[in-house]
């Protein structure tokens, strides 16, 4: 079957480095996507990694493994608006031409003073 | 502005009832989808849509339904055939091309039957 395993919560202090990482089981591999999600809003797109690598987009960044099935997303200097939930995500590797997404539970992040 | 817009951001219904949740885009996305968000669940998807008068089931369809007529269009249904309705439900749309496409998403919908 097809599974994505996140941690529960995460705390990190504001100014600080926090990693979040993402690991995966499917019977292939098509793309690997990180969203934000703030209390009661809306997730926001982050990044999109799907070959091995660090893509780096200003304060954030993700990295991604498929050897391992492994990715993380890599937070610097830290602010308290950073406190959200971080949603990984996957492509449906039978989802042929269509843009389904298995989805992880999400990791919830709190930034402290 | 291009965006999602889903209303109302809050709805209440007496169960029993259906209820229809609008989701409209001006993207000129293919691609739609509907999703759920339960507390501790994640996301998990209901119907999605890759071209007009086309839809497929998701992971959990029993007790929705939708249509998809226009292209800037997605409604969902909440039948009262669905057990536990009460839930945050999203909707999303993408370019239905490519590989890196992500998913937008609205505002989102909580729905509360009691």
């Known amino acids: 079957g097809q599974n994505i395993d996140q941690p529960t919560e995460m705390t990190a202090t504001e100014g600080a480095i926090v990693q979040i990482n993402c690991t995966y089981q499917?019977?292939?591999?098509?793309?690997l996507f990180w969203y934000q999600q703030h209390a009661g809003e809306a997730p926001t797109f982050l990044s999109y990694?799907?070959l091995d690598g660090l893509e780096e987009k200003g304060r954030f960044s993700s990295f991604l493994s498929r050897s391992k099935g492994y990715s993380y997303l890599l937070l610097k200097e830290l602010q308290m608006k950073d406190s959200a939930s971080y949603l990984c995500?996957?492509?449906?590797?039978?989802?042929?031409?269509?843009?389904?997404?298995?989805w992880g539970l999400g990791t919830s992040l709190a930034v402290n003073p | 502005d291009g965006g999602i817009t889903q209303s109302p951001k809050y709805l209440f219904r007496k169960e029993g009832q259906n209820v229809t949740l609008s989701c409209e885009q001006n993207?000129?996305?293919?691609?739609m989808y509907w999703y759920r968000q339960d507390p501790g669940q994640g996301l998990r998807l209901i119907y999605y849509?890759?071209?007009?008068?086309?839809?497929q089931k998701g992971d959990i369809a029993e007790g929705y339904s939708v249509s998809r007529e226009k292209k800037e269009s997605f409604p969902l249904t909440v039948t009262s055939a669905q057990k536990n309705p009460t839930a945050f439900y999203l909707c999303?749309?993408?370019?239905?091309?490519?590989?890196?496409?992500?998913?937008?998403f609205g505002p989102g919908t909580r729905l509360t039957v009691l």
């Open positions: 993207l000129n996305h293919d691609a």
């Open positions: 995500a996957v492509r449906d590797p039978y989802a042929g031409n269509n843009r389904k997404l298995i």
């Open positions: 999303a749309s993408s370019v239905a091309g490519g590989s890196d496409n992500e998913q937008f």
């Open positions: 990694n799907v």
């Open positions: 499917t019977s292939g591999f098509n793309g």
């Open positions: 849509s890759q071209i007009v008068n086309d839809f």
